[in-house]
C-alpha cells in the first residue's frame, strides 16, 4: 500500500476493512487523473491520493476485481462510477465525507440523508454490467492486455512503451482452442511459421527467430515443442530484444508467461477430442496450501494422442507442471516451478512436398515423402525459480533461474535431390543432448527528479547453453529413394547401430550481459526510454567424424554494446506517438554448421521503428500500427539438399503491421492484424542478392471475432469467426519455388451453463472451414508443408 502525505492507510476492527483518510471532503470540480488499468483496491487507492477522498471498504469486496485505465478529466463522483463499472460495488457517502464501498444489494440506499449540499456530486449510486475480472482470472475473457513486461521488465501500459508488442490472452487460446504456440501466435501481425512440425519455430518480421522463445522472461530451451496448457497469455515483442535479454533474433522475440498458483481455489478439467483421432486431456488445479494465503500451489496436467492428416504420421505427447508460491511476508515472495515433457512422433521436419518447377508437385495433402519408421523421441525437464524482495514500495530486487535439459533421440529423413519424379533422400539418426541455465538479477526503483517521473532497472544476466550429439549423416542404402507419385515405404533402421555413427559435435556457448534502462516521464504525456547493454559473449563448436572425445572445439569470443531508445508522445490520453532505434548481437548457434566449417559467426542488427497506439471505449480496444526497417548481418538459411546450415551476408526487412485487440461492445471482442513485409538479401556471395527471404510474405494478416450472449434464452452461447491469410511466398531464398497464397476461414461455436456449483462448457472449432488446400512453410524447395485441410476439434471442459 502506498503511504503519502493525502493517504493514511490504517486497520479497522474488521479484520480484513481497511481505511484511506484524509482531513479533506471531496472536491465537487474535475481534476486530470492518469490511473492504468489493473487491480480495483489499487485503482481507488490512487483515487483517494489524488482526489482527497476517505474511504471505507472491507478488502474481501475488491479482491479479484480489475479496473479499466482512467485517463482524462473526471469529477469524484464520475471517476468512482468508472472505476466501479462491471465491479457489483455500490458506493455511498456519509456527512462526514467517508465513502464506504460495498456489494450491491437489491435495497442499497444512502445510510445517512443529510448528506451536505457541497457534496451532493457523489451520490449513491449501483453500476450494473458485465463484470471486470483480473487479468490472471481463469474465467476472464478479455481480448485485451493494458499492460505487458516483456518490453521493458516492467509492468508498463503497452500505451507508454516505444516498441511493438502483442499480447494473446488466454481467453483467445481458448476460444481459438490452441494446442500448440504457434496456433496462438497466428493472431500477431509478422509472425510466421518457421520450418518445423513438430518443433517450436517462427519468423518474426521477416527473420528466423532460432528458437528464440523465452519462458516468464528467461530464455527456453529451442527446438522443444511447447504445451499451451500452463499458459496464462503470450506478448510478442517486436524488433531486437538483445538490451534487456541478451541472446535474441532481431525479428523480435515470443515470451511465454505461465499460469500463477491464485489465492482462491479453482479446478478444471478439459476432455478435447478431433479429427484424425486426437484425444487431449488437460487438468488444472489451484489455490492456497495454508489458511493464510501465505502458501499457494497450482498443478497443470495435459496428455495428447493424435494422429495427422499426413499419412503415418502420429503424436503422442504428456506434460506435467506444477508451482508453487510463498509469501511469508508482504514484502518477499518466491516461486518454484517445474516442466517434465515427453513427446514421441514419426518426423517430417526435414522432408515435405517437393517443387516441380515453380509450385508445389500435384501431390495430395496427405502424401508421406519421409517413412514410418523415421520415429523421434524428446524428453525435457524444467525447473524454474524466482524471488522478488520488495524493499521499499518504490524499490525492489527480483532474481530469476532456469534449468532445463532435454534430450532428443532423433530418426530424421531429410530430402537431397529429386530426379525423374524419384525423390533421393538422407538420414540423420542421433543422440542429442541439450541443457541450459539462465540467470538474472534486476534492480528496479521509482523516484522523482524536479518534474521528471523515473523508473529505472540495472540487471546482470548469464545464460549457457550446452549441446552435444553423436549421430550418422548421409545417405544410405537403409534409405532408398522414393517415388512421389506412387511411394513405397521399406526403410528399415533397425541394422544401424551407434558403432554406424559418422559425426560427433558440441555447440557450447556462454554469455555474460550488464544492462540499464530509464522510463522519464514528464507531464504526463511525454514518456522517454533509454538503456544499454553491454555483453561478453563465447560461442563454439566442434567436430569429429571419429567420437565426441576426438571433437576439436573452437571457441569465437565476441564483446558488444547495444544501445536502444525510444519515445513516446501522448497528445490524448487514448493516443500514442512513439519511435525507437536499437542495435542488437544475437548467436546464431540455433543452426547447425556443415562439418568442418566452424561455429556460424554471430549475428548484428539495427531497427528503425516509429508508429502510433490508439486505446478506445475506456481502454477496451487497443491498437498499434507501426513502420519498422530492420537490417541484420549473419542470417542463418538452411543448405538446400543437407541437414545443415549457413549464414548470408546481409539482409532487411521492411514494412508495416497493425495489430487490433479488445472488445467493441459488451459483446463482441475481436483480434486481427495485417503486416507488409518486404524482407530481402541485401549481401551475399552465392547469387542470390535481391531475393525475397524464406516463407515471407509480402501480405499477411488475420480477423477474429467472438459474439457472446450474457442474458435471456440464449446466456452463455457464444459464437466465433474468424480469417487467416498470407500471400504468395518463396520456398527458398533462391527464389525459384512459391507457395500460393490462400485465406483460410475458421468458426467455432459453445455453450456454457451452470450445473451443481460448477460451470460447464461444450464447444466445436472448425478448421479450414471450405477444406481449402494451402501450403503452410517451407525450408527449402524440397521441403514445402502443406496446410491442415478442414478439421473438427471438439470439448467439453468442467470448472469448479
Known amino acids: 500500500m502506498t503511504l503519502s502525505k493525502k493517504t493514511i492507510t490504517t486497520f479497522l476492527s474488521v479484520p480484513t476493512a481497511l481505511m484511506l483518510s484524509t482531513a479533506i471532503h471531496a472536491e465537487s470540480g474535475s481534476r486530470a487523473l492518469h490511473i492504468p488499468a489493473g487491480r480495483l483496491s489499487t485503482a481507488l487507492n490512487s483515487l483517494a491520493e489524488a482526489s482527497d477522498l476517505q474511504m471505507v471498504y472491507d478488502t474481501d469486496v475488491t479482491k479479484g476485481l480489475q479496473s479499466q485505465a ?72 478479455d481480448y485485451n492486455r493494458p499492460n505487458a513486461t516483456t518490453a521493458t521488465k516492467t509492468d508498463t501500459p503497452i500505451m507508454e512503451t516505444p516498441v511493438s508488442i502483442q499480447v494473446v490472452p488466454r481467453a483467445v487460446m481458448d476460444d481459438q482452442q490452441a494446442i500448440s504456440v504457434a496456433d496462438a501466435v497466428k493472431n500477431v501481425s509478422g509472425v510466421q511459421p518457421g520450418g518445423y512440425t513438430f518443433y517450436d519455430n517462427f519468423i518474426l518480421r521477416g527473420f528466423d527467430a532460432g528458437g528464440s522463445t523465452f519462458r516468464n522472461g528467461l530464455r527456453h530451451q529451442s527446438t522443444t515443442s511447447l504445451e499451451t496448457a500452463n499458459l496464462d497469455r503470450i506478448e510478442v515483442l517486436k524488433g531486437p530484444a538483445t538490451v534487456l535479454f541478451g541472446r535474441s533474433e532481431p525479428g523480435g522475440l515470443i515470451n511465454l508467461t505461465t499460469k500463477r498458483p491464485l489465492e482462491e481455489a479453482y479446478y478444471s478439467i478439459q476432455q ?15 489455490g492456497p496450501v495454508l489458511e493464510d494465503r501465505s502458501l499457494l500451489y497450482r498443478m497443470n496436467l495435459a496428455y495428447k494422442d493424435n494422429n495427422t492428416f499426413q499419412d503415418f504420421v502420429s503424436q503422442e505427447s504428456i506434460f506435467f507442471a506444477p508451482s508453487v508460491t510463498w509469501r511469508p511476508t508482504e514484502k518477499f515472495e518466491t516461486n518454484l516451478d517445474i516442466e517434465y515433457q515427453h513427446n514421441e512422433f514419426v518426423d517430417v521436419s526435414d522432408i515435405g512436398i517437393p517443387a516441380i518447377g515453380n509450385r508445389p508437385a500435384p501431390l495430395p495433402i496427405s502424401r ?4 514410418p519408421a523415421a520415429k523421434n523421441r524428446q524428453e525435457r525437464i524444467l525447473v524454474g525459480l524466482n524471488w522478488t524482495y520488495a524493499f521499499t514500495d518504490d524499490w525492489k530486487l527480483t532474481n530469476r533461474f532456469q534449468y532445463n535439459d ?36 534486476d534492480l528496479t526503483g521509482h523516484f522523482h527528479t524536479g518534474i521528471a517521473e523515473h523508473n529505472v532497472l540495472a540487471g546482470f544476466d548469464y545464460y549457457r547453453f550446452e549441446a552435444d550429439y553423436s549421430a550418422f549423416a548421409g545417405e544410405t542404402p537403409l534409405v532408398p529413394p522414393i ?69 576439436i572445439e573452437t571457441t569465437t569470443r565476441t564483446d558488444y554494446f547495444s544501445p536502444r531508445v525510444g519515445i513516446v508522445y501522448q497528445p490524448w490520453h487514448w493516443l500514442s506517438v512513439y519511435g525507437n532505434y536499437v542495435e542488437s548481437l544475437g548467436s546464431n548457434n540455433s543452426g547447425t554448421p556443415a562439418p568442418g566449417t566452424g561455429s556460424l559467426s554471430p549475428q548484428t542488427a539495427q531497427q528503425w521503428e516509429a508508429g502510433i497506439k490508439t486505446e478506445f471505449f475506456d481502454g477496451k480496444l487497443n491498437s498499434t500500427l507501426a513502420y519498422f526497417d530492420l537490417t541484420k548481418q549473419n542470417t542463418v538459411t538452411r543448405i538446400q539438399g543437407e541437414p545443415f546450415d549457413r549464414t548470408i551476408g546481409e539482409a532487411n526487412s521492411e514494412g508495416v503491421e497493425l495489430d487490433v485487440s479488445g472488445q467493441l461492445t459488451e459483446n463482441l471482442s475481436v483480434i486481427g492484424s495485417y503486416a507488409y513485409t518486404d524482407a530481402k538479401i541485401t549481401k551475399d556471395f552465392t547469387g542470390t542478392e535481391g531475393n525475397q ?95 491442415m485441410p478442414l478439421t473438427f476439434l471438439g470439448s467439453v471442459r468442467v470448472e469448479f
Open 70 to 141: 482512467l485517463n482524462g478529466n473526471y469529477t469524484p463522483a464520475a471517476a468512482l462510477q468508472q472505476l466501479l463499472q462491471g465491479s457489483g460495488l455500490s458506493y455511498q457517502l456519509a456527512d462526514n465525507g467517508t465513502v464506504t464501498i460495498s456489494r450491491q444489494t437489491p435495497s442499497a440506499q444512502p445510510q445517512n440523508t443529510s448528506i451536505p449540499p457541497e457534496a451532493a456530486v457523489l451520490p449513491t449510486v449501483q453500476v450494473k454490467g458485465q463484470a471486470e475480472y483480473a487479468t490472471d482470472d481463469p474465467y476472464n475473457t
Open 272 to 286: 478435447q477430442f478431433g479429427s484424425y483421432d486426437l484425444y487431449r486431456t488437460t487438468i488444472d488445479a489451484t
Open 368 to 371: 508421406l515423402l519421409g517413412d
Open 406 to 441: 532435454a534430450a532428443y533421440n532423433q530418426n530424421t529423413l531429410w530430402a537431397n535431390y529429386l530426379d525423374n519424379d524419384m525423390l533421393y533422400r538422407g538420414l540423420w539418426q542421433a543422440d542429442m543432448n541439450r541443457t541450459t541455465y539462465a540467470t538474472n538479477l
Open 483 to 551: 517415388d512421389i507419385f506412387n511411394p513405397s515405404y521399406n526403410v528399415n533402421l533397425s541394422s544401424l547401430t551407434r558403432n554406424d555413427y559418422n559425426q560427433f559435435g558440441t555447440f557450447p556457448e556462454q554469455w555474460y550481459g550488464v544492462y540499464f534502462q530509464d522510463q522519464i516521464t514528464l507531464w504526463d504525456r511525454l514518456h522517454i526510454l533509454g538503456g544499454g547493454r553491454q555483453d561478453w559473449a563465447e560461442i563454439g563448436s566442434s567436430f569429429s567424424d571419429v567420437s565426441l572425445a576426438d571433437a
Open 693 to 787: 527471404l524464406t516463407s515471407v510474405p509480402k501480405n499477411s494478416g488475420s480477423l477474429w471475432a467472438k459474439y457472446a450472449f450474457h442474458d435471456g434464452v440464449l446466456n452463455g452461447l457464444n459464437f466465433g469467426s474468424g480469417i487467416f491469410a498470407r500471400s504468395e511466398r518463396w520456398a527458398y531464398i533462391d527464389n525459384t519455388a512459391q507457395m500460393p497464397g490462400y485465406v483460410r476461414w475458421d468458426a467455432s461455436v459453445s455453450y456454457s451453463f451452470k450445473q451443481l456449483g460448477s460451470k460447464i462448457t461444450t464447444q466445436l472449432n472448425v478448421y479450414n472451414l471450405l477444406d481449402k488446400k494451402y501450403y503452410d512453410h517451407a525450408n527449402t524447395n524440397l521441403t514445402i508443408q502443406p496446410g
